[in-house]
């Protein structure tokens, strides 16, 4: 396999950026597929459409739950949450939800306010169980392959 370049295919065009979204990318697909398998033998009656959907809408509510209990309380802070109402709920659903809010990033947004590029180490590290190394990401980028 030495000098053969890989590509990941996904849902991202920029999942061959970098290893740390390669390896998030396949973390979820391979969510994906375990919750499938689960649905497929709980309900035999669901299409495989039917079970591809729902297990999609089970990944999406952990990806959301990682999102708003984990990371944006980091980012922007509790208090800015709460003020915001993006605070997950404790007990019962949220009735929030408004079909007729536009929900598109807008551009300005895109370009300029969500750069979180500061949150990515400058370095990847490696592990097996026989050692560790760190690798420049520079050295990564759009390098898949990279072992």
Known sequence: ?????IC????????????????????????HN?????????????SDDAVYQEARRI?????QHITYNEFLPIILGR????????SPQVNNHSSDYNA???ATVTNEFAAA???????????????SP????RLPLSNALNSPQVN
């Not at 396999?1 to 370049?5: A, V, Y």
Request: no cysteine.
């Open 79 to 86: 208090p800015f949450m709460r003020a915001y109402g993006l």
């Open 8 to 31: 990941i295919v996904a849902g991202d065009v920029r999942v061959n950026e970098q290893p740390s979204l390669t390896s998030l990318h396949t973390v979820f697909m391979r969510e």
């Open 100 to 102: 007729d809010y536009d």
């Open 1 to 5: 396999m030495e000098g053969k370049i």
């Open 113 to 127: 306010a969500f750069r979180l590029h500061s949150l990515v180490r400058s370095d990847l590290i490696l592990s």
């Open 34 to 46: 375990r919750v499938a398998s689960i649905l497929s033998a709980m309900h035999p009656e669901y």
């Open 130 to 133: 026989s050692r560790e190394r």
């Open 59 to 63: 990944v999406v509510a952990q990806i």
